[in-house]
């Protein structure tokens, strides 16, 4: 089982962060992922850290803001968000993988949790 926290309310330019607490199973060997949905839209990649090398990749419309990190020991993932703009208001979901490198293919993710809502105000 996968659980988010962290989500809530943000003024434009403000900086939320996302925690994945994974209860059931150890998740340190899984390839960890954060996706977004939008109203109306698809499910969209956001990040992802391997789960060897901590390799990490970001969507284009992140990178530099977002950072993913993950705490093995904890069982945990986060997602620091940073100079948050109105086009990043979605639910955030955090899933896991068990291929070994950094995939943005929501189709390779096994597990997921049930999201956290953002929404950034302008």
């Known amino acids: 089982q996968l659980y988010e926290s962290g989500g809530g309310l943000v003024q434009a330019g403000g900086s939320l962060r996302l925690s994945c607490a994974a209860s059931g199973r150890t998740f340190s060997s899984y390839t960890m992922g954060w996706f977004r949905q939008a109203p109306g839209k698809e499910r969209e990649f956001v990040a992802t850290i391997s789960w060897s090398v901590g390799n990490t990749r970001y969507a284009d419309s992140v990178k530099g803001r977002f950072t993913i990190s993950r705490d093995n020991a904890k069982n945990t993932v986060y997602l620091q968000m940073n100079s948050l703009k109105p086009e990043d208001t979605a639910v955030y979901s955090c899933?896991?993988?068990?291929?070994?490198?950094?995939?943005?293919?929501?189709?390779?993710?096994?597990?997921w949790g049930q999201g956290t809502q953002v929404t950034v105000s302008s």
């Open positions: 899933a896991a993988s068990t291929v070994g490198w950094a995939t943005q293919n929501k189709e390779m993710y096994d597990y």
